[in-house]
């Protein structure tokens, strides 16, 4: 208990030494400069943050903003860019998307505007911000592989691991870590959850697998790349009353699933949260740096926080400006 406290403290200075930013970022102007933020989509809270964070961020530091929204489709999103090249802005933040941004990027760089990425690498990106995609993914596999006591029979939900890198990423280093515990085995074939009403698809997909499973033969369920379905899963365990005997793990920690991680004996135990209104603050900040004549690294990674059990879940729903919860 002292260990995971530790853990949790020394999460929250990080996030802590990190808005620090905001102190060099009292200094910087983007007075003059018309920014384009274009996001993939605004359905999900995570987007949706992260894009108020960077307009936000502009226009506190005297900048203008243009957005536009790809309603979650990533060719929308792409093409999105063409609005901005044709507006003249002075910069782009680009958050998330697929390969189909790479041409317009390199159509922004050509046309002499710089592009600052969200969770998205690119060769074309002046710096790219997000969180440490390799820290959520083996943090999220040692606190689900200490839940179950190091053995157990894992289902997991993993539709996007190959279609965007940083999923990718966390579900690879899940699976890595699960190398020091051979008592965990991972149930074949793996669940692809839609992202549209994702709740809904996790929980009907849930059901059917309880039916193969029954009580002793399935022991977590895992999403490996967000949280959203956790919302669906843990809504299937307790219609089928097996939210005592299959614990629920995820990545993102927004306010929904920290609202459920919170309540008493919930089966959503383990997450790990991130902060998306930050990195969109800090991406505007680095615009602003940028012009400053300040050399940016390649990218720039912001902490993520572990969320272990009830009291963890509503000490960072706090932390993240969510609210409280009792």
């Excluded at 384009?36 to 005297?62: C, I, M, N, P, S």
């Excluded at 760089?109 to 969770?119: L, W």
């Excluded at 993993?158 to 051979?182: E, H, M, T």
């Amino acid at each position: 208990m002292k260990f995971k406290k530790r853990l949790l403290s020394a999460a929250l200075g990080l996030v802590s030494l990190a808005s620090g930013s905001a102190f060099a970022a009292d200094t910087l102007s983007l007075q003059g400069k018309t920014i384009g933020v274009a996001v993939v989509g605004t359905q999900h809270f995570w987007d949706r943050e992260a894009y108020k964070g960077a307009t936000e961020e502009v226009e506190k530091l005297g900048g203008k903003v243009i957005g536009v929204d790809g309603g979650r489709d990533n060719q929308v999103h792409a093409n999105n860019h063409d609005i901005l090249l044709s507006r003249k802005v002075d910069a782009v933040i680009s958050i998330l998307g697929d390969s189909a941004v790479e041409p317009k990027f390199k159509a922004l760089r050509d046309a002499g505007i710089p592009v600052f990425t969200v969770d998205h690498v690119s060769q074309y990106s002046v710096n790219n911000t997000t969180s440490d995609n390799y820290t959520l993914g083996s943090t999220i596999g040692r606190y689900m592989a200490d839940e179950l006591g190091g053995k157990g029979n894992v289902a997991v939900f993993n539709a996007f691991s190959s279609s965007l890198r940083i999923c990718g990423i966390r579900y690879d280093q899940w699976k890595y870590v699960l190398k020091d515990y051979p008592g965990i085995k991972i149930i074949q074939p793996e669940l692809a959850e839609q992202f549209a009403n994702s709740p809904e698809d996790a929980r009907k997909k849930t059901l059917e697998l309880l039916s193969q499973y029954p009580k002793g033969k399935l022991d977590a369920i895992h999403v490996a790349c967000w949280d959203q379905p956790a919302i669906g899963i843990v809504q299937a365990l307790e219609e089928t009353g097996r939210d005592k005997d299959v614990k629920v793990t995820a990545i993102d920690a927004g306010p929904e699933t920290l609202e459920i991680m919170a309540e008493k004996e919930s089966p959503l135990v383990a997450n790990v949260a991130q902060q998306p209104h930050l990195i969109g603050q800090t991406s505007a900040e680095n615009v602003a740096r940028y012009f400053a004549g300040q050399k940016l690294p390649v990218q720039t990674f912001i902490p993520v926080i572990p969320v272990k059990g009830p009291d963890e879940a509503k000490a960072v729903y706090k932390k993240l400006g969510y609210g409280e919860l009792k």
